[in-house]
């Protein structure tokens, strides 16, 4: 079993930034693969950013490419999203996931355990 909290959400004017964290315990956290998707009102829950078990593999959705930045600190079992150039299309609230395995999945179906999720808001 593993535990996930996210924290760092907020409210931000358009341009700024934010990181959010998510703290995982239980299960080894370095043997899988963390990803951070978020769900928009009205919408689907989409992927955002996914990084592998030693972090050296990262994957980005064409929409946040060059903005946000995933990355893992596996001794403090804590994954993080830097967002930065925020827009007001990135309001959403954003959940972190551990994966199955050590590969990063852009399907929510490739993840076992979810945070309860962390609310981004961002002003015109």
């Known amino acids: 079993q593993v535990q996930l909290v996210e924290s760092g959400g907020g409210l931000v004017q358009a341009g700024g930034s934010l990181r959010l964290s998510c703290a995982a315990s239980?299960?080894?956290?370095?043997?899988?693969?963390m990803g951070w998707f978020r769900q928009a009102p009205g919408k689907e829950r989409e992927f955002v950013a996914g990084?592998?078990?030693?972090?050296?593999?990262?994957y980005y959705v064409d929409s946040v490419k060059g903005r946000f930045t995933i990355s893992r600190d596996n001794a403090k079992n804590t994954v993080y999203l830097q967002m930065n150039s925020l827009k007001p299309e990135d309001t959403a609230i954003y959940y972190c996931a551990a994966a199955a395995s050590t590969v990063v999945s852009i399907e929510e179906s490739g993840y076992v355990y979810w945070g309860q999720g962390t609310q981004v808001t961002v002003s015109t």
């Open positions: 239980g299960r080894t956290f370095s043997s899988y693969a």
């Open positions: 990084v592998s078990w030693s972090g050296s593999n990262k």
